[in-house]
């Protein structure tokens, strides 16, 4: 939302509560500003390059590439257990925390490697805790900076880049739109086009 339609609706408050007779923003237009700054996303070259070099946490760098690969938040990779995981299925299936709309994520190749090396380090008893022991979002974002830096990545890349990254590449791919919104877990195709 930006500042004049917020400016709008505290002049609508006003008026309601009688400080104005007639709300003096009531016939004015808001609309949004196109011109926000996009958020950076990783092409297949950036991929490759994240993958092959090290990071100073595995558990950041095995959430972030399982987010690249599912096109999960931060939000929700965080929180992401093994009580999610049901037999040997390929899938799991989250509430996710930003919509609160059940999603059933499909898993890559590289996405079920992350996560059999991960369980083969559990000791037993170990399950059903927590896939990933991450930092405060902050931290992650640093680590995730330095991590970028290293592998040559001029770009600023955040945790919802790897969301972000997940959907352009499976639309330059040609997948179809509604594709694309369930393995996002998206409820409308709009927002595929609009953001992603």
């Known amino acids: 939302m930006n500042y004049f339609s917020r400016f709008k609706r505290?002049?609508?408050?006003?008026?309601?509560e009688g400080y104005f007779k007639i709300n003096p923003a009531g016939d004015l237009a808001s609309k949004a500003n196109k011109n926000h700054k996009r958020k950076e996303h990783l092409e297949v070259e950036e991929y490759?390059?994240?993958l092959s070099t090290p990071c100073l946490d595995a558990d950041i760098k095995d959430a972030f590439i399982l987010c690249c690969y599912t096109g999960l938040r931060w939000c929700d990779v965080k929180t992401l257990s093994w009580k999610h995981f049901k037999n040997d299925e390929l899938a799991f299936t989250i509430n996710q925390e930003k919509t609160l709309v059940e999603h059933r994520v499909v898993?890559?190749?590289v996405a079920v490697s992350i996560l059999e090396k991960r369980i083969k380090r559990l000791q037993p008893g170990q399950l059903p805790g927590l896939i990933f022991k991450l930092p405060s979002q902050d931290m992650a974002l640093r680590t995730?900076?330095?991590?970028?830096?290293?592998?040559g990545i001029k770009k600023h890349i955040t945790?919802?880049?790897?969301r972000l990254s997940f959907s352009i590449l499976l639309?330059?791919?040609m997948v179809d739109?509604?594709?694309v919104l369930l393995l996002l877990g998206?409820?409308?195709?709009e927002y595929v086009h609009r953001t992603y």
């Open 159 to 162: 945790w919802h880049s790897a």
């Open 186 to 189: 998206h409820t409308s195709t």
């Open 144 to 151: 995730l900076d330095s991590w970028c830096k290293v592998a």
């Open 177 to 179: 739109d509604t594709t």
């Open 10 to 16: 505290v002049l609508k408050s006003a008026t309601k």
């Open 171 to 173: 639309q330059d791919a």
């Open 48 to 50: 490759l390059s994240i």
């Open 107 to 109: 898993l890559h190749p």
